[in-house]
């Protein structure tokens, strides 16, 4: 059974730091494209950031470009969002998703990836 688990979420003050961790389990992405997306209570799930499957390519929102950084660990399985500089717009629910092809590709939209992990609160206080 394929399994993404994200870790990491909080609260924290504005201009401050987090870095989420998303663990997969039951296959190897190593050859796929990883993903962030983020939602808000009565908002659609919003793209945040994605990453290729050697980590060579990556791609931001505007609204996180320059203060967030995704990256992946292939040998640990393991997807990275650290995320500086946070504003108050940045509360939301952070869910790490997964392709399920094998791609050196990565994707922007929701509907392009297969897997999603169960989320982890972010709460930026200003």
């Known amino acids: 059974q394929v399994q993404l688990v994200e870790s990491g979420g909080g609260l924290v003050q504005a201009g401050g730091s ?3 961790s998303c663990a997969a389990s039951g296959r190897t992405f190593s050859r796929s494209a990883m993903g962030w997306f983020r939602q808000v209570p009565g908002k659609e799930r ?29 040998a640990k399985n393991t997807l990275y969002l650290q995320m500086n500089n946070l504003k108050p717009e940045d509360t939301a629910v952070y869910y790490c998703t997964a392709d399920a092809r094998e ?20 709460t930026v206080s200003s």
């Not at 791609?103 to 609160?121: E, L, P, S, V």
């Open 18 to 20: 987090l870095k989420l």
């Open 46 to 74: 919003e793209f945040v950031a994605a990453i290729s499957s050697r980590g060579v390519n990556t791609y931001y929102a505007a609204s996180v470009k320059d203060r967030f950084t995704i990256s992946r660990d292939n």
């Open 103 to 122: 791609t050196r590709m990565y994707y922007i939209a929701a509907d392009d990836y297969d897997y999603w992990g169960q989320g982890t609160q972010v």
